[in-house]
């Protein structure tokens, strides 16, 4: 199991240019949420060039699908991500998950609407929102999303003033 390093994901994802959005545990912690993710969570932009990308970064990082036996044929590229929506990989970075359209959300273009540039450890990326975020993890409903929910309503409070 390869080491995770998010920024090293993170940035071959910027290398490719591809256009992303960081949701899930790494978001939440670019708002100052405590919580320890093992994975980097994004949504991706589903259009045709940005498939192309996607797939040419995650084959640089050695993606293979995650819980998914070797002798499982799967060809990684833009036909394929066009095909699914949500992939769980794990790659040379560690455990990557992309989602088109993450439960919650309309997509890439409904995050990004409200979504933050910010920098990490140099590298400027977008970061969902703190109310996308608990909307996402309302909808997942995971008994550790509906704790981290907690975590994410508190934050929020505390940067309004509330």
Known sequence: MAQFDPLGALRVLLDHRVRFIVIGGVAGAAHGSPLITQDLDICY???????????????????KLRGVDDDVPFILDAKTLKAGDHFTF??????????????????????????????????????????????MKRAARRPKDLAALEILGALRDEISGT
């Open 45 to 63: 932009d589903r259009n045709p060039d940005n498939l192309k990308r996607l797939a040419a970064a995650l084959q640089e990082l050695h993606a």
């Open 90 to 135: 794990v790659t040379d970075a560690g455990d990557l998950d992309v989602m088109g359209t993450p439960a919650g959300s309309a997509g890439y273009e409904d995050l990004a609407a409200e979504a933050m540039e910010t920098e990490l450890d140099g590298l400027r990326v977008l970061v969902a929102s703190l109310d996308d975020l608990m909307a």
